[in-house]
């Protein structure tokens, strides 16, 4: 049994540089020692699972697919090797138990490589990093959307779209915009600053680059612009928690309107009808 810590693909033994006896439940000898980490070593393991969670995101969904196909064959290949030391750590029966749970995890990640690629949604997977394929008329009609694409479509560039579409608005998701502000002065304020923030200071400080008019607007929607600036960008640090329970369907409708998420529940509790969840 491994006596160290894997912690950003490296073995250590840990800050604390101490370990604990592990035993068997079913017959009480000893099967090796496991170290016992710190606060340092977790907030190690933290920063290093956030490292690669951005090197994932930056992945095609076709490369992470590949990686979880990896994962498999790897447990695959092993299979009475994990089982073996399951059985022993936990007790479970080696042929009956603990061989299933290794086949079962190997084909948890085969199934999810492949439901990856699969996603029923308007942005369509791309091989190309930094690429997204919207559907425009159905499937027949396929809009790219790259930086390039962004640039041609839009004036501004992908990594300021956000801005753009918070002051222009955007009705599909729900953004009302800054009330007086269309797409030409939306993309005309993107170009012409670093930032939104650069641009309510230059409005609050009376900037002659922008128009009298809209300044009014920009400092008038400034609670607006602020809060949107926290909700629609995409987080991809957000802590995530997995439960399980009774299903709630009245409750979630009756949340729905409010929340604009009736079209997304309505599909999500079709789905879940369709696959029998409860």
Known sequence: MATQMFIGGTWTDGMAKQTQRVTSP???????????????????????????QRELDAMTVFERS???????????????????????????????????EIHHSAGNFRLHAEEGIRLDTEVM????????????????????????????????????????AILRGDPSDGLPGVRGVGEKTARDLVQAFPSIDAMLEAAEAGAVVIKPGVRAKLLDARAYIEDMQRLVPVHTDAPLSLWAGERDDDGLLADAPSLGLKGPIQRLLAALDSTHAV
């Open 26 to 52: 079913a017959t009480g000898e000893p099967l090796g020692e496991v170290p016992i980490s710190t606060a340092a070593d977790i907030d190690a393991a933290v920063k290093a699972a956030k490292k690669a």
């Open 66 to 100: 590949a990686l979880c196909h990896r994962v498999a064959e790897l447990l695959e290949s092993r299979v009475d090797e994990l089982a073996r030391e399951l059985a022993l750590e936990q007790g479970k029966p080696f042929a009956t138990e603990a061989r299933e």
């Open 125 to 164: 997977p791309s091989e190309t990093r930094g690429k997204l394929l919207f559907t425009l008329r159905g499937v027949s009609e396929l809009g790219v959307y790259d930086e390039r694409g962004v640039l041609e479509k839009y004036g501004v560039p992908a990594a300021r779209y956000v801005e753009f």
